[in-house]
T-cell receptor, first 113, second 115 residues
Framework: AQSVTQLGSHVSVSEGALVLLRCNYS??????LFWYVQYPNQGLQLLLK??????LVKGINGFEAEFKKSETSFHLTKPSAHMSDAAEYFC???????????FGPGTRLSVLP | DAEITQSPRHKITETGRQVTLACHQT?????MFWYRQDLGHGLRLIHY???????NKGEVSDGYSVSRSNTEDLPLTLESAASSQTSVYFC??????????????FGPGTRLTVL
């Protein structure tokens, strides 16, 4: 069975600092990978997705993620945090030929002034 | 613009009552999903459907049921609400993909409290 781990349930960074949110997956076949963001009292919104076209994926709001097969990782980064980035972030995996996702437990990002 | 809506947004009910949460999407997506979100557990899949008349159990389906009579709607029913079902419920939909590459689009959520 697939699983997704997100190291750190809560990450705090200063405004302007690098954001790094970690995601590791276990999959027996090359997966599709997704990052979602959830702002308070809202649904999940897609940030970016990896579907094998390129290992470095750029998303909305200045976020990007790199797929590293050897490390089974898909970490999310942003060079400079903004106050508006404070939210919950979820990594998800979809196994090829499957329609369902497995979500990680989420990482809450706080941005300090 | 296409969207996915959920109603009600907030619901308070009593233990033992039957509750139905509505989900309606105008994306014309084949796939629809129901999740619950609880602190410390992330999102857990309750039920899902790949098309009309198709329904499947997810990870935490006990006490829940769904039916899919058309493309647009997937209502979630709690047969006899329990306090353990107090949670935030999200509906999602996605296009049928050949290889699972399509993202899921989420509704705004329903906050359910069972007293």
């Amino acid at each position: 069975a697939q699983s997704v781990t997100q190291l750190g349930s809560h990450v705090s960074v200063s405004e302007g600092a690098l954001v790094l949110l970690r995601c590791n997956y276990s999959s027996s076949v090359p997966p599709y990978l997704f990052w979602y963001v959830q702002y308070p009292n809202q649904g999940l919104q897609l940030l970016l997705k990896y579907t094998s076209a390129a290992t470095l994926v750029k998303g909305i709001n200045g976020f990007e993620a790199e797929f590293k097969k050897s490390e089974t990782s898909f970490h999310l980064t942003k060079p400079s945090a903004h106050m508006s980035d404070a939210a919950e972030y979820f990594c998800a995996v979809s196994e090829r030929h499957g329609q369902n996702f497995v979500f990680g437990p989420g990482t809450r990002l706080s941005v300090l002034p | 613009d296409a969207e996915i809506t959920q109603s009600p947004r907030h619901k308070i009910t009593e233990t033992g009552r039957q509750v139905t949460l509505a989900c309606h999407q105008t994306w014309n997506h084949n796939n629809m999903f129901w999740y619950r979100q609880d602190l410390g557990h992330g999102l857990r899949l309750i039920h899902y459907s790949y098309g009309v008349q198709d329904t499947n159990k997810g990870e935490v389906s006990d006490g829940y049921s769904v039916s899919r009579s058309n493309t647009e709607d997937l209502p979630l029913t709690l047969e006899s609400a329990a306090s353990s079902q107090t949670s935030v419920y999200f509906c999602a939909s996605s296009a049928l993909g050949l290889a699972g590459e399509n993202e899921q689009f989420f509704g705004p959520g329903t906050r359910l409290t069972v007293l």
